[in-house]
């Protein structure tokens, strides 16, 4: 477990300092959860091999939080976008970069991709640091899990969440948030193609901050090339998944 750049740090044992991927962190300020995020947020980060460019790629992570079992894919045509419910978005808009969590409402076709419905969020309930480990490689996001809650109906998520999420990290040509949806990578093997990610479970109810690397190495172009996604929580209330 690394530190977070929203300036919060996780680390195990007594050390008041300690180096970690080349750089010096500290521990957590007292009250904070995993990660360093404030009781009932989730805090995100993603790696990709070179500097991100948010004017040709948007980056995303999407959770299935309805407990169908379903890993979000990029076999769309043959899912059926089975396991998009929500996503925590990064892209870029006349040269700024910026981000936001919104909600997957499926199409009456259900080949068609899903409605992309942005959630409405106060400043302190989500924060996007762009450029996270100062070398352009890394994002990060923070959010309240309670925007989660939906804004529209019908929703492939379930109300009211379920306790285990799984999830996948993409990246994707411009146009993902307008219905027209090309993948440059995911963390399964194939990439955008097969074989597809397995997410392990996420169980939200609990505390944690686990790092995930992409099976696959992409080198064609290193601002699409995931290379790792760093997930951390801390519920209000902790209690244990069935």
Same mark, same amino acid.
Not at 156 to 165: E, N
Not at 221 to 226: R, T, V
């Given at each position: 477990?690394?530190?977070? =750049?929203? *300036?919060?740090?996780?680390?195990?044992?007594?050390?008041?300092?300690?180096?970690?991927? *080349?750089?010096?962190?500290?521990?957590?300020?007292? @009250?904070?959860?995993?990660?360093?995020?404030? &009781?009932?947020?989730?805090?995100?980060?993603?790696?990709?091999?070179?500097?991100?460019?948010?004017?040709?790629?948007?980056?995303?992570?999407?959770? $299935?939080?309805?407990?169908? +079992?379903?890993?979000?894919?990029?076999?769309?045509?043959?899912?059926?976008?089975?396991?998009?419910?929500?996503?925590?978005?990064? !892209? @870029?808009?006349? +040269?700024?970069?910026?981000?936001?969590?919104?909600?997957?409402?499926?199409?009456?076709?259900?080949?068609? &991709?899903? *409605?992309?419905?942005?959630? @409405?969020?106060?400043?302190?309930?989500?924060?996007?640091?762009? $450029?996270?480990?100062?070398?352009? %490689?890394?994002?990060?996001?923070?959010? /309240?899990?309670?925007?989660? /809650?939906?804004?529209?109906?019908?929703?492939?998520?379930?109300? &009211?969440?379920?306790? =285990?999420? !799984?999830?996948?990290?993409?990246?994707?040509?411009? +146009?993902? %948030? *307008?219905?027209?949806?090309?993948?440059?990578?995911?963390?399964?093997?194939?990439?955008?193609?097969?074989?597809?990610?397995?997410?392990?479970?996420?169980?939200?109810?609990?505390?944690?901050?686990?790092?995930?690397?992409?099976?696959?190495?992409?080198?064609?172009?290193?601002?699409?090339?995931?290379?790792?996604?760093?997930?951390?929580?801390?519920?209000?209330? &902790?209690?244990?998944?069935?």
């Amino acid at each position: 477990m690394r530190r977070l =750049s929203l *300036g919060f740090i996780l680390l195990s044992g007594g050390a008041l300092s300690a180096a970690a991927c *080349g750089r010096q962190v500290t521990p957590n300020p007292p @009250g904070l959860g995993p990660g360093g995020a404030p &009781p009932g947020y989730m805090v995100v980060y993603f790696d990709t091999a070179g500097a991100m460019n948010f004017s040709n790629f948007e980056y995303m992570f999407v959770f $299935n939080t309805s407990g169908s +079992g379903k890993t979000p894919s990029t076999d769309t045509q043959q899912t059926n976008w089975a396991g998009y419910s929500y996503a925590m978005v990064a !892209l @870029g808009r006349n +040269g700024i970069a910026y981000a936001e969590p919104v909600q997957f409402v499926a199409s009456r076709n259900p080949k068609a &991709p899903p *409605g992309w419905s942005p959630l @409405g969020s106060a400043p302190n309930q989500f924060y996007f640091n762009a $450029n996270s480990n100062g070398s352009g %490689s890394e994002f990060s996001i923070r959010f /309240q899990q309670a925007i989660l /809650q939906g804004i529209t109906s019908p929703s492939p998520s379930a109300s &009211p969440l379920a306790q =285990s999420w !799984l999830f996948n990290a993409f990246v994707t040509q411009p +146009g993902a %948030s *307008g219905g027209q949806w090309q993948f440059a990578d995911s963390m399964g093997a194939g990439g955008p193609f097969d074989p597809q990610y397995v997410s392990p479970a996420l169980c939200s109810t609990e505390p944690f901050d686990t790092t995930f690397y992409s099976q696959n190495n992409l080198t064609t172009n290193p601002s699409a090339d995931i290379v790792s996604v760093e997930i951390a929580n801390n519920p209000v209330s &902790p209690k244990p998944c069935p």
